[in-house]
């Protein structure tokens, strides 16, 4: 089997690092026909993508795509258009079509559903809403096969987007293990370190967190780490500032290879808490790679983590609110040897259904339906 993965791909993306390696570990040939236009920025606010600059910058890539395509990438079986290929379906479908080959998408996200209903940089009835449904459904349309992260997804693509008939298969996201692995680091402080990594968008309900440890702010000894950049970068500084949280720490984005080191600095990661219908949804990139990194992690309980994981097996789960993620930690804390069983588990778990090799045999199968 061959393959060429297609695209403005973000290449160091989890979801198309880890594609790319697990499909060539299970002996594909994978060509990548790839300009790159996504990686420049790291934040993407609400007027990213609808700049004269650049609009001017895809035209541009569409034209090296083109070019590279007809005269550098070997015969293969299979066009793989990666995350984010929104734009890029277009381009693909066409050398799909005039070359005879299967298309295969992997969004990983609906575009409506991240930049108009999570995000919320506009209105649900404004053009620029009906351009990303317009976007995301002709993605799927013009695919063979649509490769989504759960099946709460999968069935949010069917009913909310109007794509019933669409040839849906899920992977999972996991983690690259050739970055995130047990780090052993001795904590000098003495403190329980709860730790989140991410952007600060509102699917991860950081608010909630920064509630959680107002309520634990007596328990000297835990301490709040938050690792990221992002929309509501500025709303919870200020919030912090207002109620005087000495118990929470503000750092900046920490470059993707440093991240295991800087989770291994933790006692407990924390994953997302939001109040969306996305949050119920998706399984987020950190909380793989918590598991990759033999950490025990926190997270919100979701039909999506009851895809995949056992709570107190695998993972640590609460209700969305700040009391009870409060008393989640405080338990976590005290229950040493329960949260050593329970990371050893999720680790172990990961081994054996998430690394690299594991996901892309799965997909090898997945490509092989075409």
């Known amino acids: ?33 790839h300009v790159p236009l996504w990686e420049k920025t790291i934040t993407k606010g609400k007027n990213f993508g609808f700049s004269i600059t650049f ?19 070997p015969k293969h079986d299979i066009i793989l258009v990666g995350y984010i290929g929104h734009l890029d379906i277009f381009l693909a479908k066409m050398m799909a079509f005039f070359g005879r ?13 991240t930049v108009i209903v999570d995000r919320g940089y506009f209105t649900t009835f404004s053009p620029k809403a009906r351009l990303m449904r317009f976007l995301d459904r002709s993605a799927c349309k013009m695919s063979d096969i649509v490769i989504l992260d759960t099946e709460a997804n999968i069935q949010y693509f069917r009913n909310e987007l109007d794509l019933p008939d669409i ?3 899920r992977l999972f996201v996991g983690a690259d293990d050739r970055i995130f692995f047990p780090e052993q680091i001795i904590n000098s402080e003495n403190h329980f370190n709860v730790m989140f990594i991410g952007k600060f968008i509102p699917l991860h309900g950081i608010e909630k967190i920064i509630e959680a440890a107002s309520i ?14 992002g929309q509501l970068r500025s709303e919870i500084e200020d919030k912090i500032n207002e109620q005087e949280l000495v118990n929470i720490r503000l750092l900046d984005w920490i ?34 790679q918590a598991l990759g990194v033999g950490k025990p992690i926190l997270t919100a309980d979701t039909s999506a983590i009851r895809e995949l994981l056992t709570a107190d097996e695998h993972i640590f789960t609460s209700e969305s609110t700040p009391v009870k ?14 949260r050593h069983r329970v990371s050893m588990n999720g680790y172990r778990f990961f081994q054996e259904k998430l690394s690299i090799e594991k996901l892309g045999a799965e997909l090898k199968t997945i490509l092989k339906d075409v």
Do not use: W
């Open 1 to 33: 089997m061959s393959v060429c993965y297609f695209g403005t791909y973000e290449k160091d993306y989890p979801r198309n690092s880890i594609v790319l390696e697990g499909l060539r570990r299970n002996a594909v040939t994978v060509f990548e026909c």
């Open 55 to 73: 609009i001017l910058r895809f035209f541009i890539a569409q034209l090296r795509l083109l070019f590279r395509y007809v005269f550098f990438i």
């Open 255 to 288: 470059p993707y290879n440093q991240l295991s080191q800087k989770m291994a600095e933790a006692d407990l990661l924390l994953g997302i808490f939001g109040d969306s219908d996305k949050a119920q949804r998706v399984i987020p990139n950190k909380l793989f």
């Open 216 to 229: 634990l702010k007596s328990e000297t000894d835990i301490i709040f780490t938050l690792v990221g950049l």
């Open 167 to 169: 040839n849906f298969k």
């Open 325 to 338: 993620i409060a008393e989640k930690i405080q338990f976590i804390r005290t229950h040493e040897k329960i």
């Open 101 to 113: 080959k299967k298309l295969v998408f992997n969004p990983l996200v609906s575009l409506y559903d």
